[in-house]
């Protein structure tokens, strides 16, 4: 593993699951965005609001929450995105945001849910399949978090994930 990997090379603990034990380590959810920012696309996606985020988790799978919830903002974005991660006490709060369309205020459960895509969605591109929500969540969830819908300022979605934060190493050793 490369030393830029943005996760701990000792994963210590496993979570059970149906698919089985999967191993978690300290994960430092900024790397994870600036390294799925590398990317190009179809909008340019302003990184300036992502600070520091250190959580416990299943790397492969925050970096799924992050990828799925960056595409869907640049798909979706009309001019621009914006990506941002802060540590608020016992929380790491990652907000994507776009200004396209957004979700309606009465469809932002359902959002949520499988095979759900939006009429806009649908008509911009027969393309998606509307579970990349569905897992995001449920990967957040399992992680102990909760991920949430709203208006953006930028007049578009405002994805929004909170997860528990990783203890500080000298919080650790009491
Ligand atoms: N940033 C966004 N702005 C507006 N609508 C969105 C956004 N992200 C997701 N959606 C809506 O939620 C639906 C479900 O998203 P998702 O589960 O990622 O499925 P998919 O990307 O395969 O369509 C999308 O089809 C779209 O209608
Ligand atoms: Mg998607």
Redesign the pocket.
Known sequence: MSDSAPWSTTCWRSRGSRRGARPTCEVDLDELCYEQLQRTFRVPIDRSGVLAGRVIGVPDELTSVVR?LID??AR?AATAARVSLATYGPTVRLCVE?D????PMELREK?FERF???Q??RSRDAG???????LTKRIVESHGGRIFVESAALG??A?VVELPAALADDEDDW
């Open positions: 799925n869907n903002a979706h776009d396209g369309p957004g979700v959002v759900t895509r939006l806009e969605a998606g399949s509307g579970l990349g929500l569905a578009g979605a994805f």
